[in-house]
């Protein structure tokens, strides 16, 4: 692997942080024995900082670990051990973004979160995969084949289903209490298969051209979240039409199957091209698949034009919104949310460092209570469905629900809809809780404001 010049060391740098391409395509890169010793590196300094301490629970079992170890150091530590900190990290990048004074172009190099991806990376190139989670990961052939038989599906894996479920828990170590996405037999590209036409009085008719990124979540599992999307921005006389390739490949990076994910990227920016070419314009519909777009996929594959194109057009759909009431203000009509929303700013709408879109664009209802709760939800892809993870999904989520709750609002929102129902659904379980808000995408909520869903 390629070794980058490392710039001096300044404490209390204003230089913006960057991010190493991933060099996947390096067989050093799967090296696991020095995979470990950069770990070895990386959390010596984490344990002389700490900072970091709050975040999720990788970091309070790496200093667990240390300060129990015979030597209090790291040096006394199994290499072995490392993989308890990998099994708590969700790749949220929240220690990245906004905790590590030592990120790049600081000499110490950290960055925990491409650490762990890597770590996985080369524990799947040896060998080590977990069936299970790859399956769960193939959201398109899982969608597919649930389409014909949605109500089916959604029977079989209802936690009211109680004896399947516990089928479902001791066989594939699916959490018998999670909560798992419900499938439709109309999916968002059936449901817009015909393009909803511009508004002619819409401010921005004429000047607006979009493809909407169902992702595989909407799509499959939240149909009425691109419809939503659609409408709102046919209401802005913007051109607008879904298109859904494939699935960004977030459950396939987070099990370290960067190939794969790579090849994704590849074969999506290459459909998007002539469309981006033609002055259109790509808006993803939740948080993690347009951080997958704008910054993972340049990362791995740095020496691609098409993608860097893609990833330079690519806005999550609250960002895209808020443009286009900066620029042409938006259409009239918009009517209060009574009982006030609580918008949950997600770690990767955080990470795609945009700021609170969500919270800015419904502010822009008149007359509405908009409160913002910016802390993680715990959820993580299948971190918050398998057995094994599932108590600590439910542990960095619980401080989250209280204040959400706390709150008091009607309405609930978040920019991930995976964190939005964990959420949610901790706020059920809560018997303190007095108010148990309607869960809703953001989109959906403006779009009723706008009395057109």
């Not at 991933?22 to 995979?35: E, S, T």
């Not at 999307?229 to 699935?247: F, N, T």
Request: glycine share 6%; with cysteine.
């Amino acid at each position: 692997m390629t070794d980058t010049p490392k710039a001096p060391a300044r404490e209390g740098s204003l230089d913006a942080p960057f991010r190493h391409p991933i060099d996947w395509r390096d067989p050093a890169y799967y090296d696991l024995a020095a995979v470990e010793k950069e770990m070895e590196r990386q959390f010596d300094i984490c344990h002389t900082c700490r900072r970091c301490f709050n975040l999720c629970d990788s970091f309070p079992r790496l200093f667990d670990m240390i300060d129990e170890s015979k030597t209090g150091e790291l040096d006394s530590v199994d290499k072995a051990e490392y993989a308890k900190v990998d099994e708590a990290c969700t790749l949220c990048d929240m220690c990245f973004l906004t905790k590590c004074p030592y990120v790049p172009p600081h000499e110490f190099d950290i960055d925990i979160p491409h650490l762990i991806l890597r770590y996985r990376a080369a524990k799947r190139h040896a060998g080590q995969k977990d069936m299970i989670r790859d399956q769960l990961g193939e959201t398109d052939r899982n969608g597919k084949m649930a389409k014909p038989v949605a109500a089916i599906a959604n029977w079989v894996t209802s936690r009211k289903n109680a004896p399947l479920r516990q089928l479902l828990d001791a066989v594939a170590k699916i959490d018998a209490e999670a909560d798992l996405p419900e499938f439709h037999s109309k999916t968002a590209a059936d449901l817009l298969k015909t393009p909803i036409p511009a508004d002619p009085t819409g401010p921005a008719f004429g000047k607006k051209k979009v493809a909407i990124y169902a992702t595989c979540f909407v799509d499959y599992n939240a149909p009425d979240t691109a419809v939503a999307a659609a409408k709102v921005l046919a209401k802005q006389g913007v051109d607008a039409k879904l298109v859904y390739p494939e699935c960004c490949g977030m459950p396939k990076l987070e099990a370290g199957d960067l190939a794969d994910v790579a090849a994704r990227a590849v074969r999506t920016a290459d459909l998007f091209a002539p469309m981006i070419a033609e002055g259109y314009e790509i808006v993803a519909l939740t948080a993690s698949c347009a951080l997958m777009m704008k910054f993972e996929w340049p990362l791995l594959m740095p020496e691609s034009a098409a993608i860097k194109a893609l990833s330079a057009a690519t806005r999550d759909i609250s960002e895209y919104v808020v443009e286009l009431s900066k620029t042409f203000g938006l259409a009239p009509g918009l009517k209060a949310v009574e009982g006030g929303v609580t918008v949950h700013h997600s770690c990767h709408a955080r990470a795609q460092n945009m700021g609170p879109k969500s919270a800015d664009m419904l502010r822009l209802i008149p007359d509405t209570k908009v409160d913002l709760v910016e802390r993680c939800s715990g959820h993580g892809g299948t971190f918050g469905v398998m057995k094994a993870t599932r108590p600590l999904a439910v542990k960095v989520g619980k401080p989250t629900e209280r204040q959400v709750v706390q709150k008091d609002n009607a309405e609930f929102c978040s920019d991930c809809p995976l964190a939005c129902r964990h959420i949610g659904r901790l706020i059920e379980d809560d018997e303190k809780a007095t108010t148990k808000p309607r869960q809703s995408h953001p989109i959906e909520i403006l779009a009723r404001a706008y009395g057109v869903l």
